[in-house]
């Protein structure tokens, strides 16, 4: 009866027998297999060896949670102050108040339902003379959409003496009321201007100044182009005031320098200074034909000039 051998020799005669291993090679597999099992073995000792990890006091979990519930209401309150509001709470905002235009300031406006930007804007008409007469100028407004004044319209009302400094002079001082009158643009001074309703001392002050610049108005529009007065108020005045062409400042576009273009408005320094390049080069100008031929004029610039030169 055979003797049973040991699972080296076993394992050490396979391979050798089936491998033609020499003895060094044979002790050299049997290293790598060692490695690999090591290997294999390893990750599971490490976890039966290393420190398990406490568990979070309860003092810790309550403060992380606290945390998470300051990011929640943090991320809440930055979410409802950039939500743009509904309907219903912009009505809930609204105050509505009887007011008078003409008096309010931004932050009334606003409690009315305007935007910051509207109220500006109502604002800055006011400044630059504006003024509401009756219920219905206010509608003119283009801040006040149709829908806004049907809510205000009940609560307006425009007191006889307009702002608050004017009514302070009607009760100290017998202010002369302004009447509907006629007056002559081009030779009116400041004084003559203030007479005319819807102008004041600024506006009669801008429309001096801008016609010294133009050498006179030859047509009513004209005015809109005065810093400040828009359509609302030239549809205002245009009934009050008459232009007499004639009087109008000429420039004699053959003789003229730079100083006597410069100041008009509606030359640029770029064409003041083709003009009379290409006068000095051509000669005379005979006609407005010979200003079409400067490219840097256009159509509308000739047409706007065309009352103001002589030849």
Same mark, same amino acid.
Request: net charge positive.
């Given at each position: 009866?055979?003797?049973?051998?040991? =699972?080296?020799?076993?394992?050490?005669?396979?391979?050798?027998?089936?491998?033609?291993? =020499?003895?060094?090679?044979?002790?050299?597999?049997?290293?790598?297999?060692?490695?690999?099992?090591?290997?294999?073995?390893?990750?599971?000792?490490?976890?039966s060896?290393?420190?398990?990890?406490?568990?979070? =006091?309860d003092?810790?979990?309550?403060?992380?949670?606290?945390?998470?519930?300051?990011?929640?209401?943090?991320?809440?309150?930055?979410?409802?102050?950039?939500?743009?509001?509904?309907?219903?709470?912009?009505?809930?905002?609204?105050?509505?108040?009887?007011?008078?235009?003409?008096?309010i300031?931004?932050?009334?406006?606003?409690?009315?339902?305007?935007?910051? #930007?509207?109220?500006?804007?109502?604002?800055?008409?006011?400044?630059?003379?504006?003024?509401?007469?009756?219920?219905?100028?206010?509608?003119?407004?283009?801040?006040?959409?149709?829908?806004?004044?049907?809510?205000?319209?009940?609560?307006?009302?425009?007191?006889?003496?307009?702002?608050?400094?004017?009514?302070?002079?009607?009760k100290?001082?017998?202010?002369?009321?302004?009447?509907?009158?006629?007056?002559?643009?081009?030779?009116?001074? =400041?004084?003559?201007?203030?007479?005319?309703?819807?102008?004041?001392p600024?506006?009669?002050?801008?429309?001096?100044?801008?016609?010294?610049?133009?050498?006179g108005?030859?047509?009513?529009?004209?005015?809109?182009?005065?810093?400040?007065?828009?359509?609302?108020?030239?549809?205002?005045?245009?009934?009050?005031?008459?232009?007499?062409?004639?009087?109008? #400042?000429?420039?004699?576009?053959?003789t003229?320098?730079?100083?006597?273009? #410069?100041?008009?408005?509606?030359?640029?320094?770029?064409?003041?200074?083709?003009?009379?390049?290409?006068?000095?080069?051509?000669?005379?100008?005979?006609?407005?034909?010979?200003?079409?031929?400067?490219?840097?004029?256009?159509?509308?610039?000739?047409?706007?000039?065309?009352?103001?030169?002589?030849?």
């Amino acid at each position: 009866m055979h003797q049973k051998r040991p =699972t080296r020799f076993v394992i050490k005669h396979w391979l050798t027998h089936y491998f033609s291993l =020499t003895k060094r090679e044979y002790n050299a597999v049997l290293a790598l297999l060692g490695l690999i099992s090591l290997t294999i073995v390893t990750p599971y000792i490490y976890e039966s060896f290393s420190p398990k990890e406490e568990l979070m =006091t309860d003092y810790e979990t309550k403060a992380i949670h606290k945390l998470t519930l300051i990011d929640q209401e943090d991320f809440r309150s930055k979410a409802d102050r950039y939500r743009r509001p509904n309907a219903k709470e912009l009505k809930a905002k609204i105050t509505l108040f009887k007011f008078d235009p003409n008096q309010i300031d931004v932050t009334d406006w606003e409690k009315l339902g305007l935007s910051t #930007k509207q109220a500006q804007s109502i604002l800055n008409y006011r400044s630059k003379g504006g003024k509401f007469y009756k219920v219905d100028d206010v509608k003119k407004m283009y801040a006040i959409s149709p829908t806004v004044f049907e809510r205000l319209q009940p609560y307006i009302h425009i007191e006889a003496g307009g702002s608050r400094n004017e009514q302070w002079n009607t009760k100290h001082v017998k202010m002369p009321v302004k009447q509907f009158i006629s007056i002559e643009i081009n030779t009116a001074d =400041t004084t003559n201007l203030d007479q005319v309703k819807g102008i004041g001392p600024t506006f009669a002050r801008r429309i001096v100044s801008y016609r010294g610049r133009l050498g006179g108005f030859y047509k009513k529009e004209q005015l809109m182009e005065v810093y400040g007065l828009d359509s609302l108020k030239f549809n205002e005045i245009k009934g009050q005031i008459q232009i007499d062409p004639s009087l109008i #400042k000429k420039i004699d576009i053959n003789t003229a320098d730079f100083e006597i273009f #410069k100041n008009h408005p509606y030359l640029k320094y770029k064409q003041i200074n083709a003009i009379i390049q290409y006068r000095k080069q051509h000669g005379n100008y005979t006609s407005i034909a010979d200003l079409k031929k400067l490219l840097i004029l256009s159509s509308q610039t000739i047409e706007q000039l065309t009352p103001y030169l002589q030849f």
